[in-house]
């Protein structure tokens, strides 16, 4: 076609394989000049490096009838292939140019195998039936593209994408493959769409939705035809004519709901959705049908009084938290009627019961209603009903999230403080307090004061001691002293590591108890001390009874050892509760007023628990002989004459016998009172009622070591049977 003149110059521009192959096809065409033709392809070959280069090139000496080298040039570049869109492109050359169709559809395969992307396997879908002219192939690989679709929208996808790479004729056939039954109405509209969207063709559509008229049998079916039709063709008479052919199939709450919502949605007949919207809230019960409806309405309708009907019997069916959080937030979303909210919620705390609940409502009631009150008040009840740990910590993270009031995230930290388990958890505590309560460190100080009370490795002491420097980097006394426990604590960790050994071996309370005396002797450290005297104690409880002889090492330890004074109460009050014979109270006072390091406490505790003891006897109407123990107890426990003397009036008040007041005669003696003494022995006498109970008397007053003129008058008479005392 071109003479060699006339290719030159654009030989010269020529710097790649293609450019001179390119050039060379034209030097081949009639008037051919194939010793030009070979001299371009010549250069286009020194110019090779990939597979195309050699195609290229390949393809020229074909077409200057070279078939050898041309083969020669194609198995240079199918050596060369590395991906398979390579191989594909050398393959359909070698078939479509060379003819060699045999080793064309070796590589065309190789290349299909490896690849899975839609637009390549199309590609190669072509070169198959164009090179090898195999339409059973070129079907195989049509149906792995679309294996992976399996919903319209699939289909609609993968069309676009063959649409946009230049073959909407391919990509109509593809989609068209997404046809559904024409029973299935939302489908066959969702099918309908995609026509509109991808090849905008309403003639298409049309007959599309016009097929699946014939198969509507249900409201919803005519429906979503009819919006089909109104929203893809703008043909509202159709639509019409579609909800009106819905109407005769309507049987239920559920139709009447679908075909208000298409009248209301599609027409614009309020008047007709209205009445159907009515029939429907007249049907429904359940709580999704009722949500639906008023949902429905609110979308649809301008009058919402129906949804409002439908959320107030929907309240009516409601009995959980969550149910009425719910049904409230539907109702601010839908209504925007925040009385009607605000009532819910009021119904939903009503029903909240634990703390998670009702930090939920809170969060809801925040939300919803913008009520900063009310929702302190709810997290002010969450704090109430708070059981664990995890229960404090979800209101302070609420708080967190929130400007809290001051108040408030002070009695929830409190609170969180007063439920932690471990160290972890109270550090934890007071990192929330620098930032809940900023400028305000009762909390933090609290929550450092009981880490450092139950710190328990060289670990925690150690992170109790970064925290005060974090938290409190002001407060020189506790970093110093902190720093000081942990210095201590590095220098004796093996001693630590043997008591934590030998803990390992313990079994029994006692033991547990020797080793927390040691561990205190030793290194001073009351807080391990601590955990072991609480071991003992779990120990003790998991035997199910109360052993006051079990019990009263433990009382000894706690007051003496780590000094835990709302520890020690406890345990008193559940030994004074079990202590219930005089033995029993007694051993108790004695422990508590002579074993404690603390006297003072010891003394206080004592009197008090014997002036229970008192109201006690007194309440059970008891004996003189009650009142006298308890007064000789008071009197050796606690050396106090007025409380001993003020019980032993007691007693002396329910004497009945002789034996009664010379027991209390004996005691007043002892204590150094003679003028009490001689009264209650004058008494004593007094109550005899004969001879022998006066020489009993008399045999009393003389081992009490008193002499009197009854002790004097009554001798010992000998007789055959001895001496009578």
């Known amino acids: 076609m071109a003479t060699r003149e006339e290719l030159s110059a654009q030989a010269s521009a020529c710097n790649d394989a293609e450019s001179y192959a390119a050039l060379a096809k034209q030097a081949a065409a009639e008037p051919a000049d194939l010793d030009y033709a070979k001299e371009l392809l010549a250069k286009g070959e020194s110019n090779c490096s990939f597979p195309a280069h050699y195609v290229a090139v390949a393809e020229g000496y074909v077409a200057v009838g070279d078939n050898d080298k041309a083969a020669a040039l194609y198995d240079e570049a199918a050596d060369g292939c590395f991906d398979a869109k390579e191989k594909a492109e050398t393959g359909y050359s070698?078939?479509?140019?060379?003819?060699?169709?045999?080793?064309?559809?070796?590589?065309?395969?190789?290349?299909?195998?490896?690849?899975?992307?839609?637009?390549?396997?199309?590609?190669?879908?072509?070169?198959?039936?164009?090179?090898?002219?195999?339409?059973?192939?070129?079907?195989?690989?049509?149906?792995?593209?679309?294996?992976?679709?399996?919903?319209?929208?699939?289909?609609?996808?993968?069309?676009?994408?063959?649409?946009?790479?230049?073959?909407?004729?391919?990509?109509?056939?593809?989609?068209?493959?997404?046809?559904?039954?024409?029973?299935?109405?939302?489908?066959?509209?969702?099918?309908?769409?995609?026509?509109?969207?991808?090849?905008?063709?309403?003639?298409?559509?049309?007959?599309?939705?016009?097929?699946?008229?014939?198969?509507?049998?249900?409201?919803?079916?005519?429906?979503?035809?009819?919006?089909?039709?109104?929203?893809?063709?703008?043909?509202?008479?159709?639509?019409?004519?579609?909800?009106?052919?819905?109407?005769?199939?309507?049987?239920?709450?559920?139709?009447?709901?679908?075909?208000?919502?298409?009248?209301?949605?599609?027409?614009?007949?309020?008047?007709?959705?209205?009445?159907?919207?009515?029939?429907?809230?007249?049907?429904?019960?359940?709580?999704?049908?009722?949500?639906?409806?008023?949902?429905?309405?609110?979308?649809?309708?301008?009058?919402?009084?129906?949804?409002?009907?439908?959320?107030?019997?929907?309240?009516?069916?409601?009995?959980?938290?969550?149910?009425?959080?719910?049904?409230?937030?539907a109702v601010n979303d839908n209504l925007g009627d925040k009385d009607r909210v605000a009532s819910i919620y009021a119904a939903a705390e009503s029903k909240a019961t634990n703390a998670a609940a009702l930090v939920s409502l809170a969060g809801e009631v925040n939300a919803n209603l913008q009520d900063p009150a009310k929702t302190n008040a709810l997290y002010a009840k969450a704090v109430d009903a708070c059981k664990v740990y995890t229960d404090a910590t979800s209101i302070l993270e609420a708080l967190?999230?929130?400007?809290?009031?001051?108040?408030?995230?002070?009695?929830?930290?409190?609170?969180?403080?007063?439920?932690?388990?471990?160290?972890?958890?109270?550090?934890?505590?007071?990192?929330?307090?620098?930032?809940?309560?900023?400028?305000?460190?009762?909390?933090?100080?609290?929550?450092?004061?009981?880490?450092?009370?139950?710190?328990?490795?060289?670990?925690?002491?150690?992170?109790?001691?970064?925290?005060?420097?974090?938290?409190?980097?002001?407060?020189?006394?506790?970093?110093?002293?902190?720093?000081?426990?942990?210095?201590k604590r590095e220098a004796s960790q093996a001693r630590y590591t043997e008591f934590q050994n030998q803990e390992k071996t313990l079994t029994r309370p006692n033991q547990f108890i020797a080793l927390a005396g040691a561990v205190v002797e030793e290194l001073e450290d009351t807080s391990y001390a601590s955990q072991l005297l609480t071991t003992a104690e779990e120990k003790m409880q998991e035997a199910g009874t109360f052993s006051f002889a079990a019990y009263q090492p433990l009382i000894v330890s706690v007051g003496n050892?780590?000094?835990?004074?709302?520890?020690?109460?406890?345990?008193?009050?559940?030994?004074?509760?079990?202590?219930?014979?005089?033995?029993?109270?007694?051993?108790?006072?004695?422990?508590?007023?002579?074993?404690?390091?603390?006297?003072?406490?010891?003394?206080?505790?004592?009197?008090?628990?014997?002036?229970?003891?008192?109201?006690?006897?007194?309440?059970?109407?008891?004996?003189?002989?009650?009142?006298?123990?308890?007064?000789?107890?008071?009197?050796?426990?606690?050396?106090?004459?007025?409380?001993?003397?003020?019980?032993?009036?007691?007693?002396?008040?329910?004497?009945?016998?002789?034996?009664?007041?010379?027991?209390?005669?004996?005691?007043a003696q002892k204590w150094g009172n003679s003028s009490k003494a001689e009264s209650l022995y004058a008494k004593a006498t007094a109550a005899c009622q004969d001879a022998s109970q006066q020489r009993e008397l008399a045999d009393l007053m003389r081992k009490a070591g008193v002499v009197s003129t009854l002790a004097q008058a009554a001798t010992p008479s000998q007789g055959g049977k001895g001496t009578y005392w």
Request: with cysteine.
């Open 94 to 329: 070698i078939a479509k140019f060379l003819g060699n169709r045999d080793k064309g559809r070796a590589l065309l395969e190789e290349a299909i195998s490896e690849t899975t992307n839609t637009t390549e396997l199309l590609s190669y879908a072509g070169y198959v039936q164009d090179a090898l002219q195999d339409n059973a192939l070129a079907n195989k690989l049509f149906s792995k593209v679309t294996a992976n679709c399996k919903s319209i929208a699939d289909y609609q996808k993968l069309a676009s994408d063959i649409k946009n790479s230049g073959n909407p004729t391919t990509a109509l056939m593809v989609f068209k493959k997404a046809a559904p039954s024409s029973s299935e109405t939302a489908d066959v509209v969702s099918f309908a769409k995609g026509l509109k969207d991808l090849f905008g063709d309403d003639k298409e559509v049309a007959a599309t939705l016009a097929d699946a008229e014939s198969n509507c049998m249900f409201p919803a079916q005519f429906v979503t035809l009819a919006g089909g039709f109104m929203n893809l063709l703008g043909d509202k008479d159709k639509a019409e004519d579609l909800l009106e052919q819905g109407k005769n199939f309507a049987m239920s709450g559920e139709e009447n709901l679908d075909l208000a919502t298409g009248y209301a949605s599609l027409l614009n007949d309020q008047a007709t959705a209205k009445d159907m919207y009515g029939v429907a809230l007249n049907e429904f019960s359940g709580k999704e049908d009722l949500l639906k409806l008023a949902s429905a309405v609110a979308a649809n309708m301008d009058d919402k009084t129906i949804a409002g009907k439908a959320y107030d019997k929907l309240a009516s069916k409601l009995s959980t938290p969550t149910d009425l959080a719910m049904l409230a937030k």
């Open 400 to 487: 967190a999230k929130n400007p809290a009031d001051a108040a408030l995230a002070a009695t929830s930290l409190q609170k969180a403080l007063e439920l932690t388990e471990t160290n972890a958890q109270v550090l934890d505590v007071a990192q929330r307090a620098q930032k809940l309560t900023p400028g305000d460190n009762t909390v933090v100080i609290q929550a450092l004061d009981k880490a450092e009370a139950n710190v328990s490795s060289l670990d925690e002491m150690r992170k109790l001691a970064n925290a005060s420097k974090q938290l409190l980097a002001d407060d020189a006394e506790r970093n110093d002293r902190i720093s000081g426990k942990l210095a």
């Open 561 to 667: 050892l780590v000094k835990d004074k709302a520890w020690l109460a406890r345990l008193l009050d559940l030994a004074a509760n079990n202590s219930n014979t005089f033995a029993q109270v007694r051993n108790l006072g004695e422990t508590v007023s002579k074993q404690l390091s603390d006297t003072e406490f010891g003394k206080t505790w004592t009197q008090q628990f014997y002036a229970a003891q008192l109201e006690k006897l007194d309440a059970s109407n008891a004996s003189t002989f009650e009142y006298n123990k308890l007064a000789k107890a008071v009197k050796e426990h606690l050396d106090d004459d007025a409380q001993a003397q003020t019980i032993l009036d007691k007693g002396e008040a329910k004497a009945q016998n002789h034996f009664h007041f010379a027991y209390m005669a004996e005691l």
